[in-house]
């Protein structure tokens, strides 16, 4: 029956005076179903709960905010400011991971929320399962069983998380793969639950940015593509860069794509020909190499100066 039907197409299905009135009044009832469906499917929670015991939580690790995040589909009703106090968040703090937010919203819009793994709990009290929602976990390129216990969740051990996954091997991990790891309460998440939201190293780097947004108001940028390297030699706390067109003691912009950061460095000097090749467009300080998290000698980067 159901190959049939794929073979009709939806005019001739409701035109057709040879195909029953029943089945045409079936076939429709099941497109609305579906439509409502989808429609709830992008919302989380509805105009009274931020979350319902029906929603499941899939958690993500975000390497650019070194948080592990959820995407929450803000409901009809549900407004920006409440989320955020929802998830013991201020309205910046949801700024900082949603920048587009900050211009406007509208319900459907999707809000990445930090959730703090301590608060996820590997077993409800079976007399309490109505308070809790159920919480996955999609593993990241690279992520091993051993460290989204270790270093993620903050377990002692696999234990909990074999016994929520029966059959999950350990060695066969692979990326987006999906996996329950526990329940979290429905009524929130406390203020102090929540740790520092904005990136150490860019909250560190402050300082610089707020000097370049000073002295670039109202000037022509020059933007590069291309690779950069770093050195071991130089103070390994300071925002330095060697640079070949930028003028010493002038500010550069740095994106790495990767990890999605933007740090400010100052030019201390240009590149040596003698030891970079031409395709090296920067070379950075100890620091940015790990406010950028890289391991490689050379990776690429966007770059701004003036």
């Not at 439509?35 to 319902?52: E, M, P, V």
């Not at 650019?64 to 968040?89: R, W």
């Not at 030699?233 to 003028?247: E, I, Q, V, Y």
């Not at 030019?267 to 391991?295: C, E, H, M, T």
Request: proline fraction near 7%; charged fraction near 25%; charge should be positive.
């Amino acid at each position: 029956m159901l190959n049939a039907l794929s073979d009709v197409s939806c005019h001739r299905l409701f035109t057709d005076p040879n195909i029953p009135a029943l089945l045409k009044r079936v076939v429709f009832t099941l497109l609305l179903l579906g439509l409502g469906f989808c429609a709830r499917a992008q919302q989380t929670g509805d105009s009274l709960y931020f979350l319902l015991p029906n929603d499941t939580m899939l958690l993500y690790n975000d390497v650019a905010s070194g948080q592990v995040l959820f995407d929450h589909y803000l409901a009809n009703g549900q407004t920006l400011f409440g989320a955020a106090k929802f998830y013991g968040l201020s309205l910046e703090d949801v700024y900082h991971l949603n920048p587009k937010l900050r211009a406007k919203y509208e319900s459907g819009d999707k809000v990445r929320v930090p959730i703090p793994t301590k608060l996820v709990r590997p077993l409800p009290a079976p007399d309490s399962l109505a308070w809790f929602v159920p919480v996955k976990y999609r593993m990241s390129k690279g992520e091993t069983l051993f460290g989204l216990t270790r270093r993620t969740l903050k377990r002692d051990n696999e234990s909990s998380l074999m016994a929520l996954n029966p059959g999950l091997n350990p060695q066969a991990m692979t990326a987006r793969q999906v996996i329950i790891i526990g329940y979290l309460k429905l009524d929130g998440i406390p203020e102090q639950a929540q740790g520092e939201i904005e990136d150490p190293y860019v909250r560190r780097n402050r300082g610089l940015r707020n000097l370049w947004e000073a002295r670039t108001k109202g000037k022509k940028m020059i933007s590069e593509n291309g690779k950069a390297a770093w050195t071991r030699k130089g103070d390994a706390n300071k925002w330095m860069a060697l640079h070949r067109t930028a003028p010493v003691n002038s500010i550069i912009e740095i994106e790495d794509p990767r990890s999605r950061k933007i740090i400010y460095a100052r030019v201390v000097a240009p590149i040596p020909d003698q030891i970079y090749p031409r395709d090296v467009i920067v070379v950075v300080s100890p620091l940015l190499v790990k406010a950028f998290g890289v391991r490689d000698k050379q990776f690429y980067v966007r770059t701004r100066h003036f």
